[in-house]
């Protein structure tokens, strides 16, 4: 679909999906705060809906700044770079703010260790991916809190929200057709986005292509052995609660991006959060999430694709210790 078709849809639907949820709060509030009653949760339905509320504000906000930034490039006041650079800063801003708003309302809290690997680029920094509240940590923590200009890899179905749209579509970003039947071209398009990282630069990768359920673990684990591939299903049969890395746009990037290092991000307490419908179950409340990042000098990454990918494999395992460490194995469901 074209991007102007979309749009058409997606951007009157959240203007009038926000002011609509809005003018209704004096109805919504009063019946989230009775079925939180008789449910016996502590306000979840409330906080639910001021969840959405803040949501729905921050999305026709995000668009309301767009446009002006939109307003002030045709009138040519805006350069090259300022252009690129706030755009980087409303992406950053728009994430960690939703990332507020989460610990505000829910009680989420944090716990991060190695912080300090992150304030100099170029790096690629590659995440475990559980929860659909995972992919806001980046902007917060490395994006708004260091100032690195974060280029995402990110599922083609994240266009059908329109501030991720349009201000995404502006910045060297990749939105992956996961289902494609030329995955060269995928691959092709993430070693595109890590070329030319400078030092206040980052590129963003989920190895594992999509989060984490002991579903899809079976799934893949009984793939492989179809297949025959004895070695990567040794590897995938090790890790209990992260999917093996996908070693196409990962080593493609590391190809493409030869000066820069790599940071590893491992998190835990966000396993049960994998849909919207989780958030309205309380799943977030009160959560402690622990996230860590490692750094990996580029000097100590081997040259060749097939040593590459052995390294992955052996960092990521790394990664899932420290990790298993922190989370229920039987946690994490889908």
Not at 154 to 169: H, I, Q
Not at 190 to 204: F, N, Q, T, Y
Request: glycine share 8%; charged share 25%; with cysteine.
């Amino acid at each position: 679909m074209p991007a102007f078709v979309r749009r058409l849809v997606t951007i009157p639907a959240i203007v009038t999906a926000w002011a609509v949820w809005l003018v209704a709060t004096p109805l919504w509030l009063p019946i989230a705060f009775v079925v939180d009653q008789v449910r016996g949760d502590i306000r979840v339905a409330v906080r639910a809906g001021c969840f959405l509320a803040f949501y729905l504000s921050l999305e026709t906000l995000g668009l309301a700044t767009a446009l002006g930034l939109w307003v002030a490039r045709v009138l040519g006041v805006t350069s090259d770079e300022a252009w690129i650079d706030s755009h980087h800063r409303l992406e950053a801003w728009w994430g960690s703010r939703l990332l507020w708003a989460t610990q505000k309302i829910f009680g989420l809290r944090l716990e991060v260790t190695g912080a300090e690997v992150l304030g100099q680029g170029p790096y690629l920094l590659l995440v475990r991916h559980s929860s659909i509240a995972d992919t806001l940590l980046a902007s917060d923590l490395v994006g708004r809190r260091h100032g690195i200009r974060l280029r995402y890899v990110l599922k083609r179905e994240l266009l059908w929200d329109p501030c991720l749209d349009v201000v995404g579509n502006r910045l060297p970003n990749a939105f992956i057709d996961r289902g494609s039947d030329d995955s060269k071209r995928e691959i092709a398009r993430v070693a595109d986005l890590a070329r030319g990282l400078g030092p206040r630069d980052g590129l963003l990768i989920y190895p594992e292509g999509t989060r984490f359920s002991t579903a899809k673990r079976e799934r893949i684990l009984h793939r492989l052995a179809e297949l025959g591939h004895t070695e990567q299903l040794a590897h995938a049969r090790a890790l209990e609660v992260m999917l093996p890395p996908r070693v196409g746009g990962t080593l493609a990037a590391l190809e493409a991006a030869p000066q820069a290092d790599v940071v590893l991000c491992g998190h835990a307490g966000l396993e049960g959060v994998a849909g919207i419908g989780d958030l309205w179950r309380g799943a977030l409340l009160g959560q402690c999430v622990r996230v860590d990042f490692r750094r990996v000098p580029r000097a100590v990454i081997p040259d060749t694709h097939e040593d590459r990918q052995a390294w992955l494999y052996e960092a990521w395992h790394g990664l899932h210790e420290w990790v298993a460490a922190r989370v229920d194995v039987e946690e994490p469901t889908a």
